[in-house]
């Protein structure tokens, strides 16, 4: 048991580096698929791919329930030290690492006679449609549970701590295009400054006021206008708005009023201002059976004192589309404390590696738990 044990920590270990030293952005986890592939071949697992699109569904098992676990894969696009480059700032690494870490011990410790479980290791998470795309060729078919599972910021979540949901808001980013005519640097009068129009789109941003109960911001993440040419004023420019809620509804009440300032200015500026949905991801949907399935996992494992009840996040995660597309889905996120500093997407996060290890045994034991109380519960259809 102890060797086994021993064993296991080392290859995930050897998981983890690889990964981590091998980043590779939404859409483009090829080398992430093949790799993981590899590792599983000869396990006696059910492996689907998906030709040109990256990522790849395992299952092990079979009969009812079908119990799930997802895994992100894909890391950012990002400046590093003054490099850009792909790096997994978000953990999507250590998300792959755990996940494997529960399939290789299920392999080990065999698994109850009736039960499927599916291990579904999804691309392109950051851009938002990476759950919808898999959705889309079946992976979330006959599923009754679906757990995911994310690192969390130091200021969320100390080292040690785990959570059995994570209450995600809904995160839209837009595109906002600015279309008028240049004009002579002698001659202001004759066009509008698409730079002092993005200017007032900025201020006009913080003029926004919705219920401060439910927590939200919206703010203009890039902006480019102006060329070489600095004799010219613009008439163009693009921008992008990086939009935060809590809630769904909230999320279509900040989206109105930012098409109201675009409409205003435009009349004002006399000139178009078009928006466009970039990626939208939803706010969760958590269940309180597969919830209340991951705190009794997180007390058995590791005990209650490590427990915080429901954490609530301004993050997104696509993770949320499959219960809408399966709204019968039975899901929830596992949030795990790792000490993670400065915060996620910062080029340099980094975390408590010892983490992984307890959040493999609590994920193990709430797959366990859920084939059990599907039986005894005595459910069929
Ligand atoms: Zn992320
Ligand atoms: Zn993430």
């Known amino acids: 048991m102890g060797t086994t044990q021993t064993k296991l920590r080392a290859l995930l270990a050897d998981i983890f580096s690889y990964l981590h030293a ?44 079908v119990v799930a676990i997802r895994a992100d894969i894909d890391a950012l696009w990002q400046e590093v030290d003054g490099e850009f ?15 494997l870490g529960v399939l290789f011990t299920l392999l080990e410790d065999g698994i109850p006679d009736h039960g499927t479980f599916r291990f579904i290791f999804q691309p392109a998470e950051e851009k938002g449609d990476g759950a919808l795309t898999l959705v889309g060729k079946g992976v979330a078919d006959e599923l009754d549970y679906l757990y995911g599972l994310h690192l969390r910021p130091i200021q969320e979540l100390r080292h040690g701590q785990f959570s059995p949901a994570i209450r995600h808001g809904a995160s839209w980013s837009v595109d906002g295009v600015i279309t008028g005519e240049d004009a002579h640097g002698a001659r202001p009068h004759l066009n509008a400054n698409a730079i002092q129009i ?17 927590p939200h911001s919206v703010k203009m993440t890039s902006f480019h206008a102006g060329g070489d040419s600095t004799n010219i004023i613009p008439g163009n420019a693009t921008f992008s708005l990086d939009m935060r809620t ?10 109105g009023k930012v098409e109201r300032i675009a409409k205003m200015l435009s009349d004002y500026h006399e000139v178009e201002i078009d928006l466009s949905i970039r990626s939208s991801v939803a706010a969760a949907v958590i269940n309180m059976e597969a919830s209340k399935i991951m705190e009794e ?28 597309k399966k709204p019968h889905l039975k899901a929830t996120m596992l949030a795990v404390g790792c000490d993670l500093e400065p915060g996620l997407h910062h080029p340099n996060m980094m975390f408590n590696h010892d983490a992984i290890e307890p959040s493999v045994k609590i994920i193990v034991k709430a797959l366990m738990k859920t084939v059990e109380k599907h039986h005894s519960q005595g459910v069929s259809n």
């Open 22 to 65: 091998n980043p590779e952005v939404s859409w483009k986890e090829y080398k992430t698929t093949k790799y993981i592939k590899g590792l599983l071949e000869d396990k006696g697992c059910r492996i689907q791919t998906f030709g040109k699109t990256p990522g790849l569904v395992v299952e092990i098992g079979s009969g009812e329930p």
């Open 85 to 99: 480059k792909a790096n997994h700032s978000c953990g999507h690494d250590a998300h792959m690492t755990i996940v």
């Open 297 to 324: 996992a997180i007390i058995d494992t590791v005990g209650i004192k490590h427990l915080v009840p429901m954490i609530t996040t301004t993050g997104g995660d696509d993770f949320h589309f499959y219960t809408i």
């Open 198 to 214: 993005g200017s007032e789109f900025f201020q006009h941003l913080n003029n926004i006021y919705l219920d401060p109960m439910i």
């Open 246 to 255: 809590q809630t769904n509804e909230a999320m279509e009440e900040l989206m």
